[in-house]
């Protein structure tokens, strides 16, 4: 086993070892909705996102065991950040920041982790995940496999803060 064993914020204890790694395959898994094809968030209705403009939708995954996991999308299909023009782009880097501070503004948050992996699905989407502050064992990438493991936050509270990360949103 590597030493991440070792570090507080491993979520497993107990006898395990490192899978084999597989040689490499012919190609790359097709990831969902490839070039917009029968792509799931270029059909999802607006209605089921939170908060919305003419070419960004913000949706609400959850309840979670982490207590907020958002995820943002450009509203047309591209497929990573690299494919994006210069205008989304430079409106992406804008609502990052204004996502994470407005995720910030409703609770006590450790941090609000803004990544992107683009391994299952093609749209493009960046996770906000929040983990809670001052529980050092839910610092750091492992976060994401503790909101795995985690019982989910009960369904008024999330809503509720949904709720008001929109509402600081719309501020
Ligand atoms: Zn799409």
């Not at 012919?26 to 070419?55: I, L, M, S």
């Not at 950040?81 to 995720?103: C, F, H, T, W």
């Amino acid at each position: 086993m590597p030493p991440v064993e070792e570090w507080d914020s491993f979520p497993f204890d107990g006898e395990m070892a490192p899978r084999a790694l597989r040689p490499p395959v012919e190609r790359e898994e097709r990831r969902h909705g490839e070039g917009g094809v029968e792509c799931r968030a270029c059909q999802r209705p607006d209605d089921e996102y939170v908060w919305t403009t003419e070419r960004w939708r913000l949706y609400p995954v959850g309840p979670t065991g982490l207590p907020l996991v958002l995820i943002l999308e450009p509203r047309e299909h591209f497929s990573s950040p690299a494919d994006l023009p210069e205008e989304l782009a430079a409106e992406q880097g804008v609502l990052l920041s204004r996502i994470e501070r407005a995720i910030n503004s409703i609770g006590d948050f450790g941090r609000v982790h803004v990544c992107r992996w683009g391994d299952g699905s093609e749209h493009l989407h960046w996770w906000f995940m929040a983990r809670p502050a001052r529980i050092p064992q839910l610092i750091g990438s492992f976060a994401a496999i503790w909101d795995d493991i985690l019982p989910p936050v009960p369904e008024d509270v999330w809503r509720a803060d949904v709720d008001a990360v929109v509402a600081a949103l719309e501020e």
